[in-house]
Nanobody, 124 residues
Framework: QVQLVESGGGLVQAGGSLILSCAAS????????MGWFRQAPGKEREFVAA????????RYADSVKGRFTISRDSAKNTVYLQMNSLKSEDTAVYYC?????????????????WGQGTQVTVSS
């Protein structure tokens, strides 16, 4: 059974940092792309960042470019999201997901499996 479990969310002041982790289990994801999405209250889920299967291609939403960094450890089936210079508008539930395309895709529909999400709250 495939499971994606996010961790690392919490409450942080504006300007602070957090590192999110997502551990995948149930199969090997070394050929899968991995991504992060987020959903704020009353808004649709939106793309944040993604990394391809080999870890050498990344993609970011314009709103987080230069502040967030995605990385992966394929040996551990884990993807990370380093979030710096956090803003109140980054407050959301953050979800990790994996895509069998192997690409660093920003398309919601390309992702096959999703985690349950972790809350990130940035206080101003």
């Amino acid at each position: 059974q495939v499971q994606l479990v996010e961790s690392g969310g919490g409450l942080v002041q504006a300007g602070g940092s957090l590192i999110l982790s997502c551990a995948a289990s149930g199969r090997t994801f070394s050929t899968y792309g991995m991504g992060w999405f987020r959903q704020a209250p009353g808004k649709e889920r939106e793309f944040v960042a993604a990394i391809n299967w080999s870890g050498d291609v990344t993609r970011y939403a314009d709103s987080v470019k230069g502040r967030f960094t995605i990385s992966r450890d394929s040996a551990k089936n884990t993807v990370y999201l380093q979030m710096n210079s956090l803003k109140s508008e980054d407050t959301a539930v953050y979800y990790c997901a994996v895509t069998s395309t192997g690409l660093s895709s920003s398309r919601y529909g390309n992702y096959n499996y999703w985690g349950q999400g972790t809350q990130v709250t940035v206080s101003s």
